[in-house]
């Protein structure tokens, strides 16, 4: 078994010598089987399968955005992973690996931090130590001293429509702001504006320049009051 181990290693070692000038995304490719090979993707790729939902749930879905897996990256019991496929199932709070034909549920306790086509998630105990918060994951909005995250989570329901049963996903979302090391929840400007209230007439005035309207837009409207609050820092 070593033996063919070596073998294949070393085919794709030359494999990926004469692809170094090809498609970045085969190069990718080749560049995981011989890492997972080599041991270092050993843990990312142990966990269960993932069996999804049962087929009545066809109008909706439970993941962040998209049911179909996005391109990204996690840093995962203690390593870092680029190029990688990923699903955010926000009914159960996991992470899916998408690995051409299976879906593997990562492990929550070994994830840091992910992202999914652009947009950042962190595991708020890993990072900062909060030990009191209700979930594990969260998405990053606003970065600097003082932070904004968004937490959407959707709940499951059963409905009889023509005779046919159809279950369906709702989402609700939440909004918190880190703040001396304390994760606040966020839910109206009066509390913004009690929160940061030495700041108050800066925010009226940035409120009247940009024109915002907080119940068109929270999640608009409060990124760009953090924004201007970690520019006066």
Do not use: C, W
């Amino acid at each position: 078994m070593d033996l063919l181990k070596g073998t294949k290693f070393l085919f794709l070692l030359l494999f990926i010598s004469f692809t170094v000038y090809g498609q970045n995304s085969d190069n990718n490719a080749v560049k995981q089987e011989v890492d997972k090979l080599m041991g270092y993707q050993a843990s990312i790729y142990n966990g269960p399968k993932f069996f999804g939902y049962p087929s009545y749930y066809k109008e909706t879905h439970p993941f962040f955005n998209s049911n179909i897996p996005g391109i990204g990256s996690i840093q995962y019991d203690g390593k870092y992973y680029e190029g990688i496929y990923l699903l955010y199932d926000e009914y159960k709070d996991i992470v899916i690996l998408s690995d051409q034909s299976r879906l593997i549920v990562l492990n929550t306790d070994k994830i840091t931090k992910f992202t999914i086509n652009g947009s950042q998630f962190i595991h708020i105990d890993k990072l900062y130590n909060l030990k009191d918060n209700k979930y594990d994951l969260y998405e990053l909005l606003e970065d600097g001293k003082i932070k904004l995250f968004r937490k959407e989570i959707k709940s499951k329901q059963q409905q009889i429509i023509n005779n046919e049963f159809i279950g369906v996903f709702e989402s609700k979302v939440y909004y918190f702001i880190l703040l001396d090391n304390k994760l606040i929840p966020i839910t109206n400007k009066k509390q913004l504006f009690q929160l940061f209230a030495k700041e108050q007439q800066g925010i009226r005035r940035l409120i009247s320049k940009e024109k915002l309207k907080f119940r068109r837009s929270k999640e608009a409207f409060f990124r760009k009051v953090i924004a201007y609050l970690n520019n006066q820092q």
